[in-house]
């Protein structure tokens, strides 16, 4: 629902949702049996990149669109929309590379990155450290010119097909981030099987003394915390978006639904009380939509939008959940199998209510801004 989203080039936003809906379909069968078995739909994803649609935020001279926040909320929510497999793990780290890459990180990933060729994942939640990276154990610590890595990541996207993965470490100068490639001695995954997310091959990943060149470090030494914040203020509109697809993928198949289904004299949604339930659901989304869309605007502005985006995530949470709950009133016992797509669209927004900063984080996050100064936040 791109209801106010400042795009480059509106052409080619028409062209992109064209196209990713082709792609769904061309892709089908591959797509649900990768959803029965928990896998990458490799095909389809291999397919995203080779259309542009991976690299939108990555300037043309290393192979991408050269789009800014409204492209990326655009391709994202309509990738969502269509059940494709997920990139959000793959644009965050294209954002990670151009803010805080060298220019050799930025020359070696890149292209590869936006292209698909190369699976990028994010190592940073452990089995103790999850909406808080304070209690960090996986660890870095210098051997001469090189780190040598340890410690547990899990729930890590991708993390079992990927082929270099960001780690965020506790070394001697604080927290830090490494580009590591899953190809070095030491490395280790091991398939997990989510409920939500079903496309992304998660996976826990294990770190024994992995040693990589000082060329690894992502960022400062002892400044992964700032490396951090500045992708996930973006990526927090990602995940939003995410929501708004699925959300709109469920309602929109759901009013299909009813307003054929027959119930006694009256089509399901001649009544009342469906009518203002679809009215309510798509409130919600709609108003989600015009957050996003004004976050991600700031982005392309180069405006402040920590806050904005947090909001953008909480609604878009907020409007999934809704329509979530309330389409199987339209859709009654039909909806409630494995052959249709609700309980799985279900599952997949409960996930992202937690991952990439939870609900509560979210929460948060906005109610500190506000007691920091109720005049500025238009209050008083
Ligand atoms: C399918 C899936 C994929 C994921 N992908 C990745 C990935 O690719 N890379 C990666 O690094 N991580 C990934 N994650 C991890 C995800 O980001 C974490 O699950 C998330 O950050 C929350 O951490 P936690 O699960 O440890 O919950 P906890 O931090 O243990 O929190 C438990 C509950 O307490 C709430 N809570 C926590 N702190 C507060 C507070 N201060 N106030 C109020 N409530 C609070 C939380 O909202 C949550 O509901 C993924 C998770 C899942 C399930």
Request: overall charge neutral; proline content about 4%; hydrophobic content about 40%.
């Amino acid at each position: 629902m791109n209801i106010n989203l400042e795009l480059k080039d509106p052409e080619w936003g028409k062209r992109a949702v064209a196209t990713l809906r082709t792609i769904a379909a061309d892709y089908k069968d591959e797509i649900d049996d990768c959803l029965k078995t928990g896998n990458l739909p490799l095909k389809s994803f291999r397919e995203l990149g080779k259309q542009g649609l991976i690299g939108v935020v990555t300037p043309p001279e290393f192979g991408g669109y050269g789009g800014s926040a409204p492209e990326y909320c655009l391709v994202t929510e309509t990738i969502a929309r269509y059940g494709l497999p997920s990139t959000q793990a793959q644009v965050q780290g294209q954002i990670w590379l151009l803010i805080w890459g060298t220019p050799e990180q930025k020359a070696h990933y890149l292209p590869g990155m936006s292209d698909g060729s190369i699976i990028f994942s994010e190592a940073i939640s452990e089995p103790g450290a999850g909406s808080s990276l304070k209690t960090l154990q996986t660890t870095a610590r210098r051997a001469g010119d090189d780190w040598v890595i340890s410690g547990k990541k899990i729930h890590i996207n991708g993390g079992a097909c990927s082929d270099v993965t960001v780690v965020f470490a506790m070394a001697e100068q604080g927290m830090t981030a490494f580009l590591v490639d899953t190809k070095l001695p030491g490395f280790r995954a091991v398939v997990t099987d989510p409920l939500g997310y079903r496309l992304a091959l998660t996976a826990d990943l294990y770190f024994d003394e992995v040693r990589v060149p000082n060329s690894a470090v992502l960022g400062t030494p002892g400044q992964a915390m700032a490396t951090f914040l500045t992708t996930f203020n973006v990526s927090r509109l990602g995940n939003a978006s995410e929501l708004i697809g699925l959300a709109r993928r469920a309602l929109s198949d759901a009013i299909r639904y009813a307003k054929e289904r027959v119930v006694g004299d009256s089509k399901v949604t001649d009544f009342q009380g469906i009518q203002w339930t679809i009215a309510d659901c798509y409130s919600q989304l709609y108003g989600a939509c015009v957050v996003r869309d004004h976050a991600a605007n700031l982005v392309k502005r180069g405006q402040g939008h920590a806050l904005e985006s947090s909001i953008a995530k909480k609604l878009a949470i907020d409007a999934a959940e809704k329509c979530l709950n309330e389409v199987f009133a339209l859709v009654g016992g039909h909806g409630l199998y494995w052959d249709q797509p609700y309980g799985q669209i279900l599952l997949d927004v409960k996930t992202l209510r937690v991952a990439g900063g939870s609900l509560e984080i979210m929460r948060n996050f906005i109610a500190r801004q506000i007691l920091k100064d109720e005049q500025q936040r238009g209050l008083l």
